[in-house]
């Protein structure tokens, strides 16, 4: 783990409070975003982590990224695709946009089960450029229950070997191993924990991943859907980085 989280944040910016006159970014640490349907964390609550960030699609409409960094988002994850034929409208102008507050950059991808592996990864890598100072790509696997198209449900070693084939062909492109976000019900029902090498973002609203999912391992805590984030209208993801600042400023910088 200690070599994972060195590799997956050697990139980001070495920074402390004192940096504002060397033009690096600073990272607000503990920020305490507010919630429009909040939890009531009894134990191990998201603000016992210091770093956290979001992660957006055209649902949230225009983000004002200058004034969402200030609020304390170190990072964000933005879509960028979904099955073989749909790519997120707002996803050139988020990235540009994020990169330009200084807000830590990430893609993800949003599985369909019918379509090949193969084709949503040449989907994927085809709107998402190429970056050195990006966050490794997200493959986004859950159940497409409000899908109309595509409601199919393979069985675990199905679901295993088709992430193995996407992550294998954007490794290869981007020289990153993806992360994969999962949730519990798709956890429970594929044992995708068993992919090897593979490190996860995790949802659990109401409760520590560590308490709701079984042999938890996790860099990314996906803790609200219904976070409020100064800089964006209504609704957004919240998510917490699994390891203590000295992990997030390990690194050379951009």
Known sequence: MRYWLAAFFGFLIACSPSDNTSGRTVVKTYPRFAD?????????????????????????????????????????????????????????????????????????????????????????????????????????????????????????RTVRREAARFMRLIEQHYGQRPIVYTTVDFWRDTDISKLRNTQFWLRSVAGHPRDVYENARWVLWQYSGTGRVPGISGNVDLNAFSGNLAAWQRGPGF
Request: with cysteine.
């Open 36 to 156: 429009s349907a909040p939890h009531d964390w009894a134990r191990r609550t998201p603000w016992s982590y210091p770093v956290h960030g979001i992660d957006v699609s055209r649902w949230q409409g225009d983000i004002d990224w200058r004034r969402v960094h200030r609020a304390g988002v170190s990072f964000a994850y933005i879509k960028a695709t979904e099955g073989g034929d749909v790519a997120d409208p707002l996803f050139r102008q988020n990235w540009r946009n994020a990169g330009r507050a200084g807000v830590v950059r990430g893609a993800y991808h949003y599985y369909y089960f019918c379509r090949s592996p193969e084709q949503q990864a040449r989907w994927f890598i085809r709107h998402v450029p190429r970056d050195t100072r990006a966050l490794p790509p997200v493959l986004d696997m859950e159940w497409t229950h409000n899908s109309r198209s595509c409601k199919r449900r393979p069985d675990g």
